[in-house]
């Protein structure tokens, strides 16, 4: 069973610059989920998608982060302007259906470097 | 609000030796899961065990054993036989019926042969 797939694996932009980030989920997995983990921290989460609806994307930075799962598969997050602080690790996760027992699978992450 | 501590920055260990590493949560949620994940250098999370606040039993998963005290509601993380590879970053994590994730600040974990 392929895993969850993330792309690209890193990029460096300048600050005020945009950047796009995809991910695949394994397939079947109804739930996709968007984490930002600076370096040294735990990842936080940022969006939580339930097929192609937002369940949750109150640490979402609304005024320059937005994401978007049209199809209810793959989905992509996008920054508009970067910021300095934006430098971090881009998770992507997927799990069945959402509960408290339910794995989430990560993906490799995308290394976002802003200069 | 849920809160995930743990209070080993990092940790070093012999290899073929036990290491233990804490975790103590802190929810009013009465259902709720427990997870561990590695991180690698490589930087994915990979999922090595969970326990159900329900569960009767510890979970154990290989090497791995989890230690649930849920009236002193920890969940340490016990690794068996240290290998060279288990070097990571570790993090504890709990999930409950809100559906988030909420991860603690993790443990480094270095394995010396």
């Known amino acids: 069973e392929a895993g969850v797939a993330q792309s690209p694996r890193y990029k460096i932009i300048e600050k005020r610059q945009s950047v796009a980030f995809w991910c695949n989920p394994i397939s079947g997995h109804a739930t996709l989920y968007w984490y930002q983990q600076i370096l040294g921290q735990g990842p936080k989460l940022l969006i939580q998608?339930?097929?192609?609806?937002?369940?949750?994307d109150s640490q979402l930075p609304k005024d320059r982060f937005s994401a978007e799962r049209l199809k209810g598969v793959d989905s992509t997050l996008k920054i508009q302007p970067a910021k300095l602080e934006d430098s971090a690790v881009y998770l992507c996760a997927s799990s069945p259906d959402p509960g408290s027992a339910d794995t989430q699978y990560f993906g490799p992450g995308t290394r976002l470097t802003v200069l | 609000a849920q809160k995930i501590t743990q209070t080993q920055p990092g940790m070093f260990v012999q290899e073929k030796e036990a290491v233990t590493l804490d975790c103590t949560y802190d929810t009013s949620d009465p259902s709720y899961g427990l997870f561990w994940y590695k991180q690698p250098s490589s930087g994915e999370m990979i999922f090595l065990i969970y326990q159900g606040s329900y569960d009767q039993q510890n979970a154990t998963e290989g090497r791995y054993s989890l230690n649930f005290q849920k009236a002193r509601k920890s969940a340490n993380l016990v690794i068996s036989a240290s290998q060279l590879g288990d070097s990571a970053m570790y993090f504890c994590?709990?999930?409950?019926?809100?559906?988030?994730?909420?991860f603690g600040a993790g443990t480094t974990v270095t394995v010396r042969a």
């Open positions: 994590a709990m999930g409950s019926n809100d559906y988030k994730l909420s």
């Open positions: 998608f339930q097929n192609n609806g937002v369940v949750d």
